[in-house]
């Protein structure tokens, strides 16, 4: 199958004719269907792979590596929508001073009670 005039679609096809005769892939290679890089798999790996795409067709038509996933979140995270902080105000209480003097009294009275 080393043929320069073999389309993506045939090469699939023999991929997943290969596997279903020999149970695994003539290389251990999934190749990424954006960036075109090379990601080893096989045995178990493969398997896991394969089960979650759906199929042996199914992987090798929409497999995505690891390199292009993290972009895509790094991206999604870059575009959030970032809100400002709410700035904290300080509550301030303002007594007069009656109202302490009252406070100050009242205390004198439990003092003179609990004695």
């Known amino acids: 199958m080393s043929n320069k005039n073999t389309t993506p679609a045939e090469v699939i096809e023999y991929l997943v004719s290969y596997f279903e ?20 798999a096989f045995g178990t790996n493969l398997k896991n792979k394969i089960e979650k795409a759906g199929g042996i067709k199914e992987l090798l038509t ?6 292009v996933k993290k972009a895509e979140k790094v991206k999604e995270e870059v575009t959030a929508t970032i809100t400002p902080r709410k700035k904290k105000t300080k509550k301030v209480i303002h007594i007069s ?6 406070s100050r009294v009242s205390l004198n009275e439990l003092v003179e009670i609990a004695d």
Not at 21 to 40: D, I, K, M, R, W
Not at 62 to 67: E, L, P, Q, S
């Open 62 to 67: 929409t497999f995505t590596g690891r390199g």
């Open 97 to 102: 001073a009656n109202d302490l003097e009252e």
């Open 21 to 40: 005769t020999f149970n695994s892939l003539p290389t251990p290679v999934v190749e990424c269907q954006v960036s075109g890089t090379a990601y080893t």
